[in-house]
């Protein structure tokens, strides 16, 4: 059973659908954890970050973290064209060694 | 605040070729480094990492060997190129002691010919 799995997708939705974006993952010492927007060509991107269970929210954007479930999301209001990238789930307990879902495909279409 | 550069930004070698690749970050210091390769639909995979100068750890038995002869330069090589070397490289780093997120450069797109 690999560490994190996140839905391969790919994920199509007209412009100002709201999106969710999920990863679950095994190891419950996970405390940290992390979203990517990766657009094409280019090096993952930071996107938000969550310490333990909770909400946060940036924007358009709101992270989730349900440790009972071992189970995170990431949702995207009123999404736009721009959004259209792929989306890394990461994790970690150490802070030196990172886990990372293999990316969400998400399509925004005008 | 902090910065990382990597280049070069694509690179197309023969097989059988040496490969460097650089990566270095500004604006910290002692940074854990990390050097990744991204194939489609896999994910991540973590080749090296390293917690100081000089001081690496590998992850994957590979064609590949890295080092740190600075704080903060951390060089990906390999003496012949195969093939499947092909792929998209990421460096990247992260605060030493503290459990946080880790930062990307902008990546090296690898085609071996």
């Known amino acids: 059973q690999k560490e994190v799995e996140q839905d391969p997708g790919p994920l199509s939705v007209p412009e100002g659908a709201i999106v969710s974006l999920n990863c679950t993952y095994s190891n419950s010492a996970f405390q940290y954890f992390m979203w990517y927007r990766q657009y094409s060509r280019k090096g993952p991107e930071l996107l938000m970050y969550?310490?333990?269970?909770g909400n946060k929210e940036d924007g358009r954007f709101t992270a989730q973290v349900d440790k009972s479930s071992k189970y995170i999301s990431l949702f995207i209001r009123d999404s736009q064209p721009s959004d259209s990238a792929t989306y890394l789930c990461?994790?970690?307990?150490?802070?030196?060694?990172?886990?990372f879902g293999t990316g969400t495909s998400l399509t925004v279409i005008p | 605040s902090q910065t990382i550069h990597q280049w070069p930004a694509t690179l197309v070698q023969p097989v059988g070729s040496p490969l460097s690749l650089e990566c270095t970050v500004e604006g910290t210091s002692n940074p854990n480094l990390y050097w990744y390769r991204q194939a489609a639909g896999r994910g991540l995979q973590l080749l090296f990492y390293?917690?100081?100068?000089?001081?690496i750890s590998s992850e994957v038995p590979q064609n590949l060997s890295a080092s740190r002869p600075q704080d903060r330069q951390f060089i990906l090589s390999s003496k012949k190129l195969l093939l499947s070397d092909s792929g998209f490289y990421l460096c990247a780093w992260s605060v030493k002691g503290k459990i946080t997120e880790a930062f990307f450069g902008q990546g090296t797109r690898l085609t071996v010919v």
């Open positions: 969550t310490y333990s269970s």
């Open positions: 990461a994790m970690t307990w150490t802070g030196n060694q990172f886990y």
């Open positions: 390293s917690v100081g100068i000089g001081q």
